[in-house]
């Protein structure tokens, strides 16, 4: 079945501008990527409930004895951890799905077509995003449900969220330059490996500060412990951590991070799509 095309705005005299066949092509490729998930719904059902059975499963086995050393629950403090979790793991769909486009001669058809050249990326941008928000909704519903209550204000909550989707859109470029790159399936299986030790050497479950002092310090710099830390104190969560100077200017690396991840791998991907087999 063909994929839907938008509706393409025009001016006066009938021709169409750059922006518009951007907007309308990146659209396009949206629509065609979330077609796609109906054919996967096992697949995706289970990458949105997975951060929930991570949750339960250390509630379960440290959450008695971490919550009366943190100040507070320990699934008020873990909770954020999750949301950041959350959209890092992302990256690991991203890359699949853009190798597999990229192996199966998907993206050079499209690059074939006469379509904007940012459509391609952009759309599996935007719709891997959408997938990141049905997630982290499907997580907060988790956590409520759990018994988590976030004391916090609608702004709060916005910046929280928009802190989260900064580092999804850092590993969506990630993903994207891993995923072009990638000479085959069994060529990523070292960045999935990977994503777990970012994520474990990080604030998400434990407190840094109970750490060796040279691994708390790693574990304070890692761009996820710096989204996480924030949206604790977004969501008045308890606030722990090494005495580093990562941990005293999470907010700030919340901010820079992923703007220098998006910085580094951005050119890189758009390079790489443009060379592709060339």
Not at 53 to 70: E, N, V
Not at 85 to 101: K, N, P, Q, R, Y
Not at 153 to 162: D, I, Q
């Amino acid at each position: 079945m063909s994929t839907p095309t938008a509706p393409i705005a025009t001016a006066p005299d009938g021709t169409i501008s750059p922006a518009a066949r951007a907007v309308a092509d990146t659209w396009t490729i949206t629509r065609r990527d979330l077609q796609h998930w109906r054919y996967m719904i096992g697949t995706k059902v289970f990458n949105w409930l997975w951060p929930l059975i991570l949750m339960a499963l250390f509630l379960g086995l440290i959450g008695g004895a971490l919550g009366d050393d943190l100040g507070g629950s320990y699934i008020d403090f873990v909770m954020p951890g999750i949301l950041a979790m959350t959209v890092f793991i992302g990256l690991e769909g991203t890359m699949a799905a853009v190798s597999t486009d990229s192996l199966r001669g998907i993206t050079d058809r499209f690059r074939s077509l006469p379509m904007s050249g940012i459509a391609v990326v952009g759309g599996r941008c935007l719709a891997d995003l959408l997938d990141s928000l049905v997630t982290i909704l499907v997580v907060i519903a988790g956590g409520l449900a759990f018994g988590w209550r976030p004391e916090t204000t609608v702004p709060e909550a916005l910046a929280a969220l928009g802190l989260l989707l900064m580092l999804r859109i850092a590993t969506l470029w990630i993903g994207i330059y891993i995923g072009l790159k990638a000479t085959g399936p069994e060529s990523l299986t070292p960045v999935n490996i990977m994503v777990w030790p970012v994520l474990f050497f990080s604030s998400v479950f434990i407190d840094t500060s109970t750490m060796p002092r040279w691994l708390g310090t790693t574990a304070d710099a890692n761009p996820v412990s710096a989204t996480a830390t924030t949206v604790r104190e977004l969501l008045s969560a308890p606030v722990v951590g090494g005495e580093s100077w990562f941990a005293d200017n999470a907010t700030i690396l919340a901010l820079v991070w992923p703007a220098l991840i998006v910085a580094i791998f951005l050119p890189l991907a758009v390079s790489t799509y443009r060379h592709l087999r060339s």
